[in-house]
């Protein structure tokens, strides 16, 4: 994922910390900023996978979270994950909604249940023309 993403520092090249989608710091974030839609970047990078994961909670032995736990807790958690299929197909060329395979949209509909939030863009790359707005203002 780290790789296929080019997530290393801009200036030090130092590796950058990958995971999957945590839909449960996201939502926090979201209902902490007030936020009323989301940009998810990045789409591309799953492309290739043939399941993709998304984190819904956090679980502390037996105790399951579905909140963003104390942060003294925080560092402990496993993360709770599900598994999505992935759509085994590019997507750096699409420009709509419609276009994104149905996995692609399935995924994308089960993140903004999760986070509580539209998303409003989606990128599919890096360039300005790789963006998907999924909602008019």
Known sequence: M???????????????RCGWFDAL?????????????IALT?????DSFETIKLCTGYRLGDQAFSDMPDTVTQGQVKPVLEEWPGWKSPTSDLRDWNSLPLAAQAYLRRVEQLVGVPIRYVSVGPK???MICLQTE
Request: net charge positive.
């Open 2 to 16: 780290r790789k296929i993403g080019d997530e290393y520092g801009a200036t030090t090249k130092r590796p950058r």
């Open 25 to 37: 710091t996201v939502r926090y974030a979201a209902w902490l900023n007030g936020l009323t839609a």
């Open 42 to 46: 990045k789409l591309d990078v799953l």
């Open 128 to 130: 300005r023309e790789q």
